[in-house]
Nanobody
Framework: QVQLVESGGGLVQPGGSLRLSCAAP????????MSWYRQAPGKQRELVASITSGGNTNYRDSVKGRFTISKDNAKNSVNLQMNSLKPEDTAVYYC??????WGQGTQVTVSS
């Protein structure tokens, strides 16, 4: 059974950085678009960033210039580098594939 496993969440102060990683089988990340979603309490899940099998990236407006999505083929992972974090970035972050696979989520809390 295919599993996506996120890691790297935690508590960080405003302006700080975190790097999320999603362990994804190479056969999944190489043929599908991989994405990071997030869901804050009481809000709908929203797309944060995505990267196609060819390496094209897309970001929601509120994270452009602060977040970077990338693939590490050597480690079979999809990463989300988050800089200049804001309290409104607080949410559970999920990794997902357009093939229908999801991770269990990792909590990111931005607070002083």
């Amino acid at each position: 059974q295919v599993q996506l496993v996120e890691s790297g969440g935690g508590l960080v102060q405003p302006g700080g950085s975190l790097r999320l990683s999603c362990a994804a089988p190479r056969m999944i990340s190489s043929i599908s678009t991989m994405s990071w979603y997030r869901q804050a309490p009481g809000k709908q899940r929203e797309l944060v960033a995505s990267i196609t099998s060819g390496g094209n990236t897309n970001y929601r407006d509120s994270v452009k210039g602060r977040f970077t999505i990338s693939k590490d083929n050597a480690k079979n992972s999809v990463n989300l580098q988050m800089n200049s974090l804001k309290p409104e970035d607080t949410a559970v972050y999920y990794c997902a594939s357009t093939l229908g696979y999801w991770g269990q989520g990792t909590q990111v809390t931005v607070s002083s």
